[in-house]
């Protein structure tokens, strides 16, 4: 069944969002699974750990994101390096990204708590319209575009630098570097570009006793032409097992934030979202689910 015409104005402003804007999808849980943002954390534990990202957006809004995204990473035995891979498929409405990519670290100790590394991400992301999907006013424009699809490839590259010890971290990354062109929707420009994102983040988790700890955490990122968004987080920690708190993303929500470790195996997450631009009274907030799986420590 076709979209009404409100889908139509997502889809621009989605393009939109392209020109000007943030062009990675959000997530809240970044915490909980860093991998997503910088390459240089393959590699950073003793063990391997796959995790499952999945994210609804603006429950309630027709053609809202939806982000899902499956990694896995880990260290190498014998050398100081890790690696790792993700899978990621986000659709809004008619239009949706799917990417595949595989990651690299190396690993350098500054001395007994303190290691800094650096990571390469290579990957391919494939986009994908449906117009076929879209009802215009004018039934001329509407027959012209009746079952057109595109479908084309772009390679993506990111790098990243992490700084990290037993309780604090830091990171600065850099993606889409290849400034790939763009050509979803009708752009009349012609100049739609993926645009360079860059993260910094940094952590630090302060244990108050043997069984209660306090963990700040923030993400500043920046896209040229787009305002400055920041991501500013609180987790308190119980026996390193239970864990809650709160985040605050400047210009566009607040969310609660809670999560389970089980046996140092199982971990799950969830976020819930309350929008705080316009689109707050068109929606019923964000849902973010995190399950992650860690197997055994595989090097000293």
């Known amino acids: 069944m076709k979209k009404r015409i409100f889908s139509t104005l997502l889809l621009l402003a989605t393009t939109g969002v392209f020109l000007l804007g943030q062009q990675k999808p959000l997530t809240t849980l970044f915490m909980t699974n860093p991998f997503l943002i910088n390459p240089a954390l393959a590699g950073t534990?003793?063990?391997?750990?796959?995790?499952?990202?999945?994210?609804?957006?603006?429950?309630?809004?027709?053609?809202?994101?939806?982000?899902?995204?499956?990694?896995?990473?880990?260290?190498?035995?014998?050398?100081?390096?890790?690696?790792?891979?993700?899978?990621?498929?986000?659709?809004?409405?008619?239009?949706?990204?799917?990417?595949?990519?595989?990651?690299?670290?190396?690993?350098?100790?500054?001395n007994e708590d303190m290691k800094i590394s650096a990571g390469l991400n290579l990957g391919i992301l494939q986009y994908k319209i449906d117009l076929s999907n879209i009802d215009f006013e004018n039934e001329t424009d509407d027959q012209i575009i009746n079952g057109t699809k595109e479908n084309y490839y772009l390679p993506d590259a990111t790098v990243g630098i992490y700084f990290y010890s037993s309780t604090y971290y830091a990171g600065l990354v850099a993606n889409y570097l290849f400034n790939n062109k763009i050509k979803i929707g009708t752009d009349p420009t012609g100049n739609s570009r993926l645009k360079s994102h860059f993260y910094l983040n940094g952590g630090y988790k302060y244990y108050v006793n043997r069984e209660w700890a306090l963990e700040p955490s923030l993400v500043l990122k920046y896209v040229y032409h787009a305002p400055l968004q920041l991501d500013i987080n609180a987790r308190v920690w119980y026996k390193n097992m239970i864990w809650g708190g709160f985040s605050y993303r400047t210009q566009e929500a607040v969310s609660i934030l809670l999560?389970?470790?089980?046996?140092?195996?199982?971990?799950?997450?969830y976020s819930y979202d309350v929008v705080l631009n316009p689109l707050f009274s068109h929606n019923y907030g964000s849902h973010e689910l995190m399950l992650g799986y860690r197997f055994n420590a595989i090097k000293d």
């Open 45 to 110: 534990h003793n063990y391997f750990q796959v995790i499952s990202n999945n994210r609804f957006q603006w429950v309630g809004f027709t053609d809202a994101p939806i982000t899902n995204t499956l990694s896995v990473y880990g260290p190498l035995v014998k050398y100081p390096m890790g690696w790792g891979a993700s899978i990621t498929y986000d659709v809004v409405g008619p239009t949706s990204v799917g990417s595949i990519h595989g990651a690299y670290a190396y690993h350098y100790t500054l």
């Open 259 to 269: 999560g389970y470790v089980w046996e140092k195996k199982i971990y799950i997450g």
